[in-house]
């Protein structure tokens, strides 16, 4: 009768290779979701320097920042008054995933 008691030194061995070579797979692949989901909350955050800037243009007469730094990334604001009423402003940042992002938004008086 054959002895079935446990597992064998290659078995556990081909166990410990494939968990290996399966974490050496998905390690790069997490660093890469983790990247993107900064660069999701770098953009939530531009937008909302980029509302109070228009909110302030609307509102106050003051002068209005064209660049915030946040977290090592530097956001550069460009505002272009259309008509004396109207404003086109841009925000421009890199993110953490390495692109080169632009928004824009319009405001009214």
Known sequence: MKNCRGFTLIEVITALMML????????????IVYNERVAIQQEKKALNFLDITITNWIYESGTLETELV??????KISLIEEDSQLLK??????GANERQYERCERGKR
Do not use: E
């Open 20 to 31: 290996t070579v399966f974490t050496l797979i998905l390690l790069p692949i997490l660093g």
């Open 70 to 75: 946040d977290l090592n990334t530097t956001y």
């Open 89 to 94: 402003a841009c925000i421009a940042w890199r």
